[in-house]
């Protein structure tokens, strides 16, 4: 199970940090990712990072937002700076217990999701 925490109503400029658990005993070989899924939009990727610590982040956020992980913890972490109200979503966490997918940018590539957390960005 995954379960995502830190969201809220933030003004334009600022920053908020999401949190996300992960029970379960794979954690340190799995890759986890950021979605968000606007109002009337799909679900779309945000970041994502691999087991060895690489990492990956969408045109729209990449100098904004920090992925994180901390194996001992089981948690993933999504810092958000400088926050837009076009990031204004349902935020989603989710896992792949593949090692080396291909397909960490897709929903596709996972295998767990949490139920997300919103996030309001008021201009």
């Known amino acids: 199970q995954l379960a995502e925490s830190g969201g809220g109503l933030v003004q334009a400029g600022g920053s908020l940090r999401l949190s996300c658990a992960v029970s379960?005993?794979?954690?340190?070989?799995?890759?986890l990712g950021w979605f968000r899924q606007a109002p009337g939009e799909e679900r779309k990727f945000v970041s994502y990072?691999?087991?060895?610590?690489?990492?990956s982040y969408a045109d729209s956020v990449k100098g904004r937002f920090t992925i994180s992980r901390d194996n001992a913890k089981k948690m993933v972490y999504l810092q958000m700076d400088s926050l837009k109200p076009e990031d204004t979503a349902v935020y989603y966490c989710?896992?792949?217990?593949?090692?080396?997918?291909?397909?960490?940018?897709?929903?596709?590539?996972?295998?767990?999701w949490g139920q997300g957390t919103q996030v309001t960005v008021s201009s």
């Open positions: 990072i691999r087991h060895s610590g690489a990492t």
């Open positions: 379960g005993r794979v954690f340190s070989n799995s890759a």
């Open positions: 989710a896992q792949s217990v593949v090692a080396f997918s291909p397909s960490l940018a897709t929903e596709s590539g996972y295998n767990y």
